[in-house]
């Protein structure tokens, strides 16, 4: 018989290191949330006040106004990167002259790191040195200026997260398309379907999987999005890209406002949860009770 | 319900030729069965009639209109894979019912037709499961079961049967037959399996290699193989294969083999310069005093026949007799030879003299 304890002792390091560097800091940052802690406030000392740090979170307006945005980038980030990417997959699946190379080179946002993604971009767009509003002047007579216009710096942080992460969806999608039979596509065409009823019948149910895992994954990200668009706007302008993670940060660091950032990490953490579980129940859950009867 | 004809049908993959210009007729409402070895291009051909494979060269016809150009889904044809390639993601009801849906007919048409041919294959009690929860008999007849209610002009099938344990094999070698006899579709039925082949079709094209080499119905391959390849391929247990020449001998002709054993040949042989193969199936051999002598090597009794692996001379010669054999290996017996059923093919070419 495998004795019991050698199976812990194996496991050991891997939950040492879980619990010092993500159980301790969790309860660390929970216990935070239910205090009133400002270091270089008025009142510096570390006090004990119940709920209250949630209580404000419900009256801050800049606070909703940020999870709004959030929301928002997060949705048309994710929805794009999945529509975009599900098409890049279809494509690398096809045979055309320089197919490897192009699909190595698209995956090379991944391995930049945000801030640099975030610091390029910025250089690209800013006006009067960026190449980006040089071109759609020259070309389309537009001026793009993202400290001043919201729209435009809203819809830049949200092309910047698709340049970045849509690789990831092809991959994924493509490592899913790839790995499925090919005998029910055949076998529809015969039945006969047409590319859509295939792709609507047969391809979408099929790769589902995956796609939602993507969409998981993806949406998590979306939702603490803070160092790309950080370097970027800055939040800006106004609060018009200041998403919930800026926002956190803003409270955090510049305002030494720990107790309340730690409820609003809190929240935040629950929300992603929440949304994350209303989707699940809405996509996944209902499909396995079908199957499980 | 349609005929179809195969037409000087090439197919290449680059500059790979795989079939070499293969000509099939098949009536309306014929059950045709395309055999031949591994690799020889059954599969490439059947799906080139279902429109899975460009066609290179030649045509292929489905009820009087070209289709060489026409998509699967336009021409009106079923099709089983050997691995039935279900929909996971779909119930049987929902499998089966799935052409239909997609012609756009309304939910309770879809609902009578499915449930018709559930009856027919004895699904009725599966209709809610995924494919995943059925047993590969049961996933077979559900792919037959999404071909039929189709009632398409031609049902094709890649060896539907190969992923079948043997006793399920031969039921389903009946239903689809009793199937065949019912709906009266014309259909294609791909196999490697020769007794598949003889007990279900009404035509059998035996392929090699990219080739036909004959199409017949069954008992006339069986009585008359153009060929050593054919005479070799039909019939269980295989042919026997002597190398030698015809010789005249007192007035009369004989085969002389290649070792010196002279073996009887139909009445009429003419003799010949050019060596031969004399061919003679094993169930035509008999055990009957006065027979040529015979050494037994190995006896292989299965019960209702019994297998005798025995030699004349230094010519190995295999016959399977229906009585028991109370001999044993070592022993010398009389083998008798039908004489007149005793094939001769020219040993150059190999084709039937
Ligand atoms: N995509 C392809 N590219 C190149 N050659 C191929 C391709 N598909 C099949 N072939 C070749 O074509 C020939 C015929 O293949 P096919 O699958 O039709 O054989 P088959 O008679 O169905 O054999 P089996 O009984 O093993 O299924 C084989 O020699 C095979 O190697
Ligand atoms: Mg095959």
């Known amino acids: 018989m495998r004795s019991n304890t050698v199976g812990w002792l194996m496991l050991a390091p891997t939950i040492a290191i879980l619990a010092v560097f993500g159980i301790a800091p969790f309860i660390y940052v929970l216990y935070v949330a239910f205090h009133h802690w400002n270091p270089f406030g008025a009142d510096p000392l570390m006090t004990y006040n119940g709920a209250n740090n949630f209580r404000r979170l419900v009256f801050d307006r800049e606070f909703l106004l940020s999870i709004a945005v959030t929301i928002k980038f997060a949705f048309f980030a994710v929805v794009s990167e999945i529509i975009l990417g599900y098409l890049l997959a279809q494509l690398f699946m096809r045979e055309f002259p320089g197919r490897g190379l192009f699909r190595t080179v698209h995956t090379l946002p991944l391995i930049v790191a945000p801030i640099v993604v975030g610091s390029v971009w910025r250089l690209m767009t800013t006006p009067s040195i960026g190449i980006i509003p040089y071109l759609l002047k020259t070309w389309f007579g537009y001026d793009l200026n993202i400290g001043r216009d919201a729209g435009a710096a809203f819809l830049l942080t949200v092309i910047m997260d698709i340049w970045h992460w849509t690789p990831l969806v092809t991959l994924t999608l493509l490592a899913a398309l790839l790995s499925l039979p090919k005998e029910p596509f055949e076998q529809a065409q015969i039945d006969g379907a047409n590319r859509w009823q295939i792709f609507w019948h047969i391809t979408l149910p099929m790769i589902r999987p995956a796609i939602l895992a993507t969409v998981f994954i993806r949406l998590m990200d979306a939702l603490r999005t803070v160092d790309e668009v950080w370097m970027l706007t800055s939040g800006g302008p106004g609060a018009a890209t200041r998403y919930v993670g800026l926002h956190i940060w803003k409270i955090v660091f510049p305002k030494t406002d720990y107790g309340y950032g730690a409820a609003i990490s809190v929240i935040v953490l629950y929300l992603t949860l929440v949304m994350c579980w209303l989707l699940y129940v809405a996509l996944v859950a209902p499909r396995q009770k079908k199957e499980a009867e | ?353």
């Open chain 2, 1 to 353: 319900m349609a005929q179809v004809a195969v037409r000087n049908v090439v197919k290449k993959y680059g500059s790979l030729q795989v079939i070499h210009g293969v000509n099939i007729d098949i009536a309306d409402g014929e059950f045709v069965v395309l055999v031949g070895p591994s690799g020889c291009g059954k599969s490439t051909l059947l799906r080139m009639i279902a429109g899975l494979e460009r066609i290179s060269g030649g045509e292929v016809d489905i009820g009087g209109r070209v289709v060489n150009d026409v998509l699967p889904k336009d021409r009106d044809i079923a099709m089983v894979f050997q691995n039935y390639a279900l929909y996971p993601h779909k119930t049987v009801a929902e499998n089966m019912g799935f052409p239909l849906k997609l012609k756009g007919r309304p939910k309770d048409e879809i609902a009578a037709k499915v449930k018709k041919a559930a009856e027919i294959l004895a699904l009725e009690k599966l209709l809610d499961r995924y494919p995943k929860q059925l047993s590969g008999g049961q996933r077979q007849r559900v792919a037959m079961g999404r071909a039929i209610v189709r009632d398409p002009q031609v049902f094709l099938f890649d060896e539907p049967l190969s992923n079948l344990d043997a006793k399920l094999r031969v039921t389903m070698r009946v239903e689809i037959k009793e199937l065949h006899q019912r709906l009266k579709t014309t259909t294609v039925y791909v196999t490697h399996d020769q007794i598949e082949a003889m007990t279900m079709a009404d035509k059998i094209v035996v392929m090699r290699d990219g080739h036909v080499e004959q199409i017949g119905a069954p008992l006339d391959l069986y009585d008359r193989p153009a060929n050593t390849f054919v005479a070799g391929f039909i019939g269980s247990p295989a042919m026997n294969f002597v190398l030698g020449r015809l010789e005249g001998r007192d007035g009369e002709t004989v085969f002389v083999s290649d070792h010196g054993t002279v073996l009887p040949v139909p009445a009429g042989t003419a003799p010949r310069p050019e060596p031969v193969v004399y061919g003679i199936r094993p169930e035509h051999i008999d055990v009957r005093p006065g027979g040529i002598a015979a050494t037994i090597s190995v006896l292989e009794p299965t019960g209702s026949e019994t297998q005798i692996f025995a030699r004349i001379g230094e010519d190995p010669l295999n016959a399977a007799v229906r009585d028991r054999v109370a001999s044993r290996p070592g022993e010398t017996i009389p083998l008798s030879i039908d004489s007149q059923r005793v094939h001769l093919f020219d040993r150059q070419s190999g084709k039937r003299i």
